[in-house]
C-alpha cells in the first residue's frame, strides 16, 4: 500500500482556513486519496475522497495535484468541534478495500 | 450516512478470560466489515477483514486463535479476545461498508477493552 506523510501537528485559529497537506509520492494510478478525522475517543469520520480532480463537499475541499503526489485538506472555516486528528490515507476503492492509517495530523483550532 | 454501533462501549475483565465485542450496521448491508485496534496515543490498526459469510483474513503479526472473527450476517460481526491478559487492553473499533453502494468505511464509536 501506498504512504501517505503528514505534519504531526498543526493549529489554526478558529474561523479560518485550515490547510491540512499529505505526500503521497508513491500513489498508483487506480488509487484514491481518502482523508478521514478522528475526534478523541471517538471512531473516525469520513470527511471526502478523490482521484485526479478537486472535490467539494458540505465538510471540506481536497485539493490534488496535477501529478497526484500530494494533496490538500481544506476546512474553510474551522471551529472549535473540529479539532481531531486528521489521517489522508491512500487505497483502492473495490474488494480489497482497506485503509492502512498512518500517524495523521492532530489539529488544534484555537478560540 | 449509514451508522455502525458496537456493543459494549467499555468493558473490563480479568486476566484469562474472554471478551466478545459487537459490530452492527444499523441501517445497510454490509458484506466487509473491518476490526482495528488503537493503542493511546496511537494511530489505528487494522487487525483483519472479515465478508459476509468467508473466514476473515487476518494483517500479519495478528494472532488469529487470539482473536476470533465471525461475521454470520450482513448487519453483524464479531470479535472475541480470547484468554485476554493486560497487553490486549486497547480500544477496539470496526467499520463497515459495501464497497459497491458507498465509497467510504463507517465506523463504529469503538470499544475500550481494560484488561486487570
Known amino acids: 500500500d501506498a504512504k501517505t506523510t503528514q505534519p504531526p501537528s498543526m493549529d489554526c485559529a478558529e474561523g479560518r482556513a485550515a490547510n491540512l497537506p499529505c505526500n503521497h509520492s508513491t500513489i498508483s494510478g487506480n488509487e484514491y486519496v481518502y482523508w478521514y478525522r478522528q475526534i478523541h475517543s471517538q471512531g473516525p469520520q469520513y470527511i471526502i475522497h478523490g482521484l485526479k480532480n478537486n472535490e467539494t463537499n458540505e465538510m471540506a475541499s481536497l485539493i490534488i495535484t496535477e501529478d497526484r503526489k500530494s494533496s490538500t485538506l481544506i476546512l474553510p472555516h474551522a471551529t472549535l468541534r473540529d479539532t481531531a486528528v486528521y489521517y489522508c490515507?491512500?487505497?483502492?476503492?473495490?474488494?480489497?478495500?482497506?485503509?492502512?492509517f498512518g500517524s495523521g495530523t492532530r489539529l488544534l483550532v484555537r478560540p | 450516512g449509514a451508522v455502525v454501533s458496537q456493543h459494549p462501549s467499555r468493558v473490563i475483565c480479568k486476566s484469562g478470560t474472554s471478551v466478545k465485542i459487537e459490530c452492527r450496521s444499523l441501517?445497510?448491508?454490509?458484506?466487509?466489515m473491518f476490526w482495528y485496534r488503537q493503542f493511546p496515543k496511537q494511530s489505528l490498526m487494522l487487525m483483519a477483514t472479515?465478508?459476509?459469510?468467508?473466514?476473515?483474513?487476518?494483517e500479519q503479526g495478528v494472532e488469529k486463535d487470539k482473536f476470533l472473527i465471525n461475521h454470520a450476517s450482513l448487519t453483524l460481526s464479531t470479535l472475541t479476545v480470547t484468554s485476554a491478559h493486560p497487553e490486549d487492553s486497547s480500544f477496539y473499533i470496526c467499520?463497515?461498508?459495501?464497497?459497491?453502494?458507498?465509497?467510504?468505511?463507517?465506523f463504529g464509536p469503538g470499544t475500550r477493552l481494560t484488561v486487570l
Open positions: 472479515s465478508n459476509e459469510g468467508s473466514k476473515a483474513t487476518y
Open positions: 441501517d445497510f448491508q454490509a458484506t466487509t
Open positions: 490515507i491512500v487505497g483502492l476503492m473495490d474488494s480489497s478495500y482497506k485503509l492502512i
Open positions: 467499520s463497515a461498508t459495501e464497497f459497491t453502494v458507498y465509497n467510504e468505511q463507517f
